[in-house]
């Protein structure tokens, strides 16, 4: 029982301990948007031709990411509570870049110099 990676088709069959999860793909729409049924069809039909066993699906879900609407996640000190460090905002790429921001968040808070230049990952360029 192993994650099958479908990169062609845009997203991943992971194992579950109640079946299979077709997990992966991205829709950039608000938060009160309704899921897509063609999305859905899609994924369900591609999953089929990778497994041609495979059996219905008994339940579909969605999930919101953190996403900022340039892409790149907040991370630096709040400029109102200075006990307050910001690490947020890493869309799909949060556990993949959970190394780098944790060393970012620890010279924060330690006040050592930063790895990298945090300038693009400012909060305040929202305002």
């Known amino acids: 029982s192993h994650t099958i990676g479908l990169p062609d088709a845009g997203f991943f069959l992971v194992p579950m301990a109640h079946g299979l999860r077709a997990a992966g793909t991205v829709e950039l729409a608000g938060l009160n948007a309704p899921s897509n049924p063609e999305r859905i069809h899609y994924i369900e039909g ?3 031709l990778a497994l041609p066993t495979l059996g219905r699906s008994s339940d579909t879900w969605l999930g ?9 996640p907040v ?6 509570l200075r006990n307050v460090i910001f690490a947020f905002g890493h869309h799909h790429l949060g556990l993949t870049l959970a190394g780098i921001t944790g060393r970012l968040v620890s010279e924060i808070a ?5 790895s990298v230049d945090l300038t693009p990952f400012d909060g305040a360029r929202f305002r």
């Not at 919101?64 to 790149?72: E, I, N, Q």
């Open 64 to 72: 919101f990411r953190p996403t900022l609407p340039d892409s790149l």
């Open 46 to 48: 591609q999953a089929r």
């Open 110 to 114: 330690t006040g050592a110099p930063p």
């Open 75 to 80: 991370i630096g000190r709040s400029r109102y």
